[in-house]
């Protein structure tokens, strides 16, 4: 996670700015973090991911969002923008904002060598407290790897995870199959010895 940008911001003014704001910056407890610039895998990933799922929900009450959506973890201290989101029938904003969703359905982050402990521990932890979350999926993007924690009827994240190009998974809260194939299409892996040159989103 990047470092904060100021000292303690209300979650108001936070809003306010991010608003009018020229670049995306999250929000924790207070603290404002500014997001760089993603890798050309990351960003064929997010599109590959989001025009499969838009594809398949078009005929559905449901809505592929791409990473320009803010989710709001927390009123009080916790705003992301995660790099693709699913909503299902009404869409639910917080107050009278058109530009944070409170309701995801299902969430997807993609993994750089920088964040990819965050993304597993810490964010996830503070997503496991949005109600109307089902599915919470990692994409690598240096390997064929995903890995999908679906929340079960007993309340339990359940990890359940692909490794090869020919996998194919089914995300239960939408009724939707994605495939590797499409999830990785035209991504081309970096060495592994680069990985650390990645972005910090």
């Given at each position: 996670?990047?470092?904060p940008?100021?000292g303690y911001?209300?979650?108001?003014a ?11 910056n999250e ?5 404002i973090?500014a997001m760089?610039?993603?890798s050309?895998?990351?960003?064929l ?6 025009s ?7 005929d559905s009450?449901c809505?592929?969002?791409a990473s320009d959506?803010?989710?709001?973890v927390d ?5 992301v923008?995660?790099?693709v ?8 904003f917080?107050g009278e904002?058109d530009?944070?969703v409170?309701?995801?359905?299902v ?6 060598a ?8 810490s964010?996830f932890m503070a ?14 993007q240096?390997?064929?790897h995903?890995?999908h924690f679906?929340?079960n009827?007993n309340g339990q994240?359940?990890l359940?995870?692909y490794?090869s190009q020919?996998?194919?998974?089914i995300?239960k809260s939408l009724?939707?199959k994605?495939?590797?194939?499409n999830?990785?299409?035209?991504v081309?892996?970096?060495d592994?010895e680069?990985?650390?040159?990645d972005e910090?989103?």
């Amino acid at each position: 996670m990047a470092q904060p940008e100021r000292g303690y911001v209300s979650p108001e003014a936070y809003l306010r700015m991010e608003r009018n704001a020229e670049s995306k910056n999250e929000y924790f407890n207070g603290d404002i973090f500014a997001m760089t610039g993603a890798s050309f895998n990351h960003n064929l990933i997010a599109v590959n991911i989001t025009s499969s799922l838009h594809g398949a929900l078009q005929d559905s009450p449901c809505y592929a969002l791409a990473s320009d959506m803010k989710i709001q973890v927390d009123k009080a201290k916790h705003y992301v923008y995660p790099d693709v989101s699913i909503v299902c029938d009404t869409v639910e904003f917080s107050g009278e904002r058109d530009d944070v969703v409170v309701n995801p359905i299902v969430l997807f982050e993609i993994l750089s060598a920088a964040t990819k402990d965050y993304d597993r521990g810490s964010k996830f932890m503070a997503y496991r407290n949005v109600i109307s979350l089902r599915d919470y999926i990692l994409v690598d993007q240096y390997s064929f790897h995903v890995e999908h924690f679906q929340k079960n009827d007993n309340g339990q994240w359940v990890l359940d995870e692909y490794k090869s190009q020919s996998d194919a998974f089914i995300i239960k809260s939408l009724g939707v199959k994605l495939s590797l194939q499409n999830i990785y299409d035209r991504v081309k892996f970096e060495d592994h010895e680069r990985r650390g040159m990645d972005e910090t989103k």
